[in-house]
């Protein structure tokens, strides 16, 4: 069964770290585009970061630019979502999902009507 599974959340204070893994099972991220997306209480998902692994390309949302960065360990088949300088308004349920467009323009990616499974809460505290 192909899988990837977020971890890593938890509770922080604004201006503080943290760091978010989503790791594979039953196939290697090599060839893979893989993003994070967030959703937050009464608000629509946010794609927030992709990165298309085989040549290094990057996407970052507006409200995420210079405070997140998204990086991959192939050989662990895990892809990190680092979070610096959170905010109160970053505080959702954070996914990881495949096939996400490092271009940006696409939000089929984390709209599909997948199960992308649980998440992992971040939640920021002022």
């Known amino acids: 069964e192909v899988q990837l599974q977020a971890s890593g959340g938890g509770l922080v204070q604004a201006g503080g770290s943290l760091r978010l893994s989503c790791t594979s099972s039953?196939?290697?991220?090599?060839?893979?585009?893989i993003g994070w997306f967030r959703q937050a209480p009464g608000k629509e998902r946010e794609g927030i970061s992709c990165?298309?692994?085989?040549?290094?390309?990057?996407f970052y949302t507006d409200s995420v630019k210079g405070r997140f960065s998204i990086s991959s360990d192939n050989a662990k088949n895990t892809v990190y979502l680092q979070m610096n300088s959170l905010k109160p308004e970053d505080t959702a349920v954070y996914h990881c999902?495949?096939?996400?467009?490092?271009?940006?323009?696409?939000?089929?990616?984390?709209?599909?009507?997948?199960?992308y499974g649980q998440g992992t809460q971040v939640t920021v505290s002022s």
């Open positions: 999902a495949g096939d996400c467009d490092p271009a940006g323009r696409s939000s089929g990616w984390y709209n599909s009507g997948d199960d």
């Open positions: 990165l298309y692994i085989p040549d290094g390309t990057t």
């Open positions: 039953g196939f290697n991220i090599d060839d893979w585009a």
